[in-house]
């Protein structure tokens, strides 16, 4: 069974940064295709960044300059690496894998995902 634990979230003021770690079990990340997500209240889950089995990485253009997607492969674990934070960044983080079934590419869509995380909230304040 997959499984993902966020953590990393908490409250930090615009400029700020912070690293969200995604603990994933039942699963090889070094092969895996993985997401971050996020929800703001009263909004859409919105794509933040995805990593491809190969470790190509793609990132909303929101983010871009100041997220980065990385993972450890000995931990199996994938993190969030957050600079630069604006309050339009505050939402529920949550990451996101495919089954091992599914082909390992980069993908934006929440449809492409199969198993998520409980989410880590994270608040920047301004």
């Known amino acids: 069974q997959v499984q993902l634990v966020e953590s990393g979230g908490g409250l930090v003021q615009a400029g700020g940064s912070l690293r969200l770690s995604c603990a994933v079990s039942?699963?090889?990340?070094?092969?895996?295709?993985m997401g971050w997500f996020r929800q703001a209240p009263g909004k859409e889950r919105e794509f933040v960044a995805a990593?491809?089995?190969?470790?190509?990485?793609l990132l909303a253009d929101s983010v871009k300059g100041r997220f980065t997607f990385s993972r450890d492969n000995a931990k199996n674990t994938v993190y969030l690496q957050m600079n630069s934070l604006k309050p339009e960044d505050t939402a529920v983080y949550y990451c996101?894998?495919?089954?091992?079934?599914?082909?390992?590419?980069?993908?934006?869509?929440?449809?492409?995902?199969?198993?998520w995380g409980q989410g880590t909230q994270v608040t920047v304040s301004s």
């Open positions: 996101t894998t495919r089954s091992e079934q599914r082909y390992s590419g980069l993908y934006r869509q929440f449809a492409d995902y199969d198993y």
């Open positions: 039942g699963r090889t990340v070094s092969s895996a295709a």
């Open positions: 990593i491809s089995g190969s470790g190509r990485t």
